[in-house]
């Protein structure tokens, strides 16, 4: 390469560490990588193929979201967690009231701790269909198995339009049960997609599981391994996908999910391809989440009659609540002073702690790798950054 | 699992460590545990590693600022008026330094309880603002400590890697804490109101309508 | 055999492009403009002042209590209120807003306001067609840009507009029966006196 280039591209060449004649390549990769699923930058230092250091640079998406939210009432903070992984922002706002009705002691009606799971784990299935969709697309299988997914997303976001008036910043929750009943016909509506959706996941299976490229590509590739993912705190399908039965469904059993009857999909090595898998599997769980709660939700009021929406000020104290939000642990820590805004008020975002450990993954892979291993983390940017 | 028996099994298993129950009076009753810096190492490891315990994962990490408040007292101090001794009330003020704060929140995977919460406190905001990093007792401390001390100015003495990761390299202030100004980066807005409208106003009036 | 997974999926490929000629399921694809997707009655998009009867500066519902302003968590609201009263739909002098603007590039369409107005007097429209090329003016929204009338927000929200027709009736006959009452109360006190001089006590 000449220098000329060298200069005016992204690029610089060191010398190699190993003494011999080669040059290490230091490339930053982002931050406008359209791999790298928003502003997101690495600097990798290449041996020729192989990678021999990776360091992430975050930060160009932060806004300071708890800043703002140190700011606004408990009420006015919860548009804003919609835009934290504005994939799912009804799991967003299942966690932040969650947090707020253990700090205020809030019991939530029967109906709406219903309705929270049906939006919830409707949220799942197309937030796992369109990472699936984009992970596919990071190897080079553009288009056709994105288009798939996303053609099944749209109608699990109609099903959220018609129910919340919005198709992704929902802002459905509210302390003490959710914000608008369904409307006529809603449930059936919603019958009729989770019935239709194994069909698609057997499609899916069909075009893609057994496919030679996909698994030369993703099996080995990325290993994460039990002891590192607990040590460094990984949750969510990335944490089963190594192995480690841990999901906060079943854990903490909040909400309701104890009447439930699911089971946790677990992978075995730990790459890239068990983490696709876990997320297929996890799909058909929430189907069946899904079937048994579209069959016995009950009539009732959807909010604690309780709660005020204006001038909530819960009593002094804290409170930690989380949630199995389908990129990880979701988070928030609350603080209250007794004023009508939090003191303090903390998001733990899945998607930044589950990216720390991209370095241990793709040490002593390709570089190709990376794109690979990066799209079966699953992050959003606007949870990483906040 | 009691946080009291917690407290005193630690107590029992950590030399010389003081540990103090903060509590949480929401309906939460989230308590935690305070801990010194000299021992934190040592109650940390203690947790993850007892068999029993095995607080393997550390889920949360974060910051919070206290600032200092004025305190004012009435003290009855005896002062010699007119060649007699008296009381009198005086009414004194002082500043308190105030504390930067970390707070950990542990589960065990192993086990699946929790959550069992740490704190530990600087003592004051601006000079000994140094904490113990538990970095490496729990690897998911490293990014969620940078953090902590990119936005609030902790120093973790012992950490890998203690960079600033949010904001850029050149930033100076530590954007959560309570006190931060924000730099005068006026902007317009059709509709302004309260804090926005009196932030353009000086601006304006600052910069000659520009 | 290697490349087994390739030919079925492949095969997958196939059945959807021919699938796609003959199933409404696989074709999703919509020719915005020329067709369109029903409108879906819950959907919000930015809010709108609803008027009463015809004018809508005399059936405007608002009256200017800022608690909208107060609430919304970006601040795009901004009120001044009047300082005389007019006369609403129900015959009542209020306060109204002689400003009333939203700046709606910057609100995220939240239906906080909505959800805190104790008038209902905001509600959120439907209307997506909204580009334009001047970034401030047209972007401020003010109170006759905003304004539109019941009969719409029934049009748009037929469910919902009937509910609240229903809960306003509801509390405007509540009204009229307590003025009525408190006209009956202050007539019999007005005889009352009448009674007490000629020397007769009321039992009670
Ligand atoms: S919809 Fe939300 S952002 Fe928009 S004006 Fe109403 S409260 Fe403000
Ligand atoms: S729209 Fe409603 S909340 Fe806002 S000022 Fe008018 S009456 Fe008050």
């Known amino acids: 390469m000449s220098a000329t280039t060298a200069a005016t591209a992204h690029f610089t060449l060191k010398p190699s560490t190993d003494g011999g004649e080669g ?75 969650l947090a707020v009705e253990k700090l205020a002691g809030i019991q939530v009606p029967e109906r709406a701790e219903y309705l929270r799971v049906i939006t919830g784990e409707l949220t799942r299935l ?63 509506q919603a019958q009729k997609v989770v019935e239709a959706f194994p069909r698609f996941l057997d499609e899916f299976e069909r075009l893609l599981s057994g496919n030679e490229i996909l698994m030369a590509r993703t099996q080995g590739v990325g290993v994460l391994s039990k002891e590192l993912a607990v040590d460094a705190g990984i949750t969510g399908p990335m944490l089963r996908g190594s192995g480690v039965n841990y999901d906060i469904r079943k854990v903490d059993k909040y909400g309701i999910y104890e009447r439930f009857s699911f089971k946790v999909p677990l992978g075995e090595h730990g790459d890239v391809y068990d983490r696709y898998m876990v997320r297929l599997l996890e799909m058909r769980e929430s189907v069946k989440i899904l079937q048994q709660a579209i069959r016995d939700i009950p009539p009732g009021p959807i909010m604690d009659a309780k709660t005020k929406i204006r001038g909530f000020r819960p009593k002094a104290g804290e409170a930690y609540g989380r949630t199995e939000s389908p990129k990880g642990e979701l988070g928030f820590y609350l603080i209250s002073d007794g004023s009508p805004n939090p003191y303090r008020y903390r998001v733990r975002p899945p998607s930044l702690i589950n990216l720390t450990v991209l370095e ?9 790798d990376i794109v690979v291993i990066l799209g079966s983390i699953d992050f959003i940017l606007g949870e990483v950054d906040r | ?204 009036n600052e910069t000659g309508g520009r | 055999m290697l490349g087994e997974g390739i030919v079925k999926g492949l095969a997958e490929t196939a059945r959807n492009f021919l699938g796609s000629y003959v199933s409404k399921d696989r074709l999703t694809t919509v020719q915005y403009p020329e067709e369109r997707l029903p409108q879906i009655e819950a959907a919000r ?60 590039s910057v609100c995220m369409s939240c239906q906080i306001c909505v959800e805190v107005c104790p008038f209902d007097a905001i509600k959120m429209d439907v209307d997506f067609e909204l580009s334009t090329k001047d970034r401030f003016g047209d972007l401020l929204w003010n109170k006759e840009r905003l304004s539109k009338s019941n009969e719409y927000y029934r049009k748009i929200h037929p469910t919902e507009a009937a509910a609240v027709d229903a809960q306003l009736a509801e509390e405007r006959a509540k009204l009229e029966a307590k ?15 009448a009674q007490s001089a000629s020397g007769v006590t009321a039992e009670k």
């Open chain 1, 360 to 368: 241990d993954m793709c040490l002593g892979q390709n570089v190709a």
């Open chain 3, 179 to 193: 003025s009525k009452l408190a006209a009956e109360a202050k007539a019999a006190a007005a005889a009352a006196p």
């Open chain 2, 1 to 204: 699992m009691n946080l009291e028996t917690i407290k005193s099994e630690i107590e029992a298993n950590v030399p010389g460590c003081r540990l103090e129950i903060v509590p949480n009076n929401s309906p939460s009753g989230q308590h935690s545990l305070l801990i010194d810096h000299e021992h934190a190492l040592f109650v940390a490891s203690f947790l993850r590693d007892a068999a029993h315990l095995r607080f393997d994962y550390c889920s949360n990490v974060t910051g919070i600022d206290w600032p200092g408040k004025e305190i004012t007292e009435k003290v009855k101090i005896k002062k010699i008026l007119d060649g007699v001794e008296q009381e009198v009330e005086e009414i004194q003020k002082t500043q308190s330094a105030g504390h930067l704060e970390a707070v950990y929140h542990l589960y065990s995977m192993e086990k699946k309880h929790g959550p069992v919460i740490l704190r530990m406190r600087t003592e004051d905001r601006a000079v000994r603002i140094h904490l113990p990093s538990l970095t490496p007792i729990w690897r998911s401390a490293e990014f969620q400590e940078r953090e902590i001390f990119d936005l609030y100015g902790i120093v973790f003495d012992g950490h890998p890697d203690l960079r600033r990761i949010l904001m850029w390299d050149g930033f100076e202030d530590h954007p959560m804490r309570r006190d931060y100004v924000e730099p005068d980066d006026y902007e317009y807005e059709p509709t302004p109101h309260d804090a926005v409208l009196q932030k353009a106003k000086q601006h304006l």
């Open chain 1, 126 to 188: 197309q937030n796992h269909t369109s990472v699936i969709g984009f992970l596919l697309q990071d190897m080079g299988a553009s288009g056709t198995p994105l288009m798939y997914a996303f053609r099944e997303r749209e109608k699990v976001l109609d099903l959220f339009e018609s129910l919340t008036g919005s198709r992704m910043m929902c802002n459905y929750m509210r302390f003490g049960g959710c914000r608008a009943d369904m409307p006529a016909g809603w449930l059936q």
């Open chain 3, 45 to 104: 998009n930015f809010p709108f002042l609803v008027y009463d009867g015809e004018d809508w500066q005399q059936g405007m519902r608002c009256v200017s209590c800022l608690i909208c302003e107060k609430e919304c968590p970006p601040k795009c609201i901004s009120i001044e209120k009047s300082k005389d009263k007019k006369l609403d739909a129900s015959g009542k002098p209020q306060f109204y807003p002689t400003v009333f603007n939203i700046d709606v």
């Open chain 1, 23 to 97: 040059q290490l390549l230091e490339v930053s990769m982002g931050p406008q990588h359209p791999s790298t699923h928003g502003v997101f930058r690495m600097d990798v230092a290449l041996d020729g193929e192989r990678v021999v250091k990776l360091k992430p640079v975050f930060g160009y998406l932060h806004r300071n979201h708890e800043k703002i939210a140190e700011t606004e009432t408990y009420l006015g903070s919860m548009p804003y967690t919609d835009r934290l992984d504005y994939l799912c922002s009804i799991t967003n706002n299942w966690a932040y009231a």
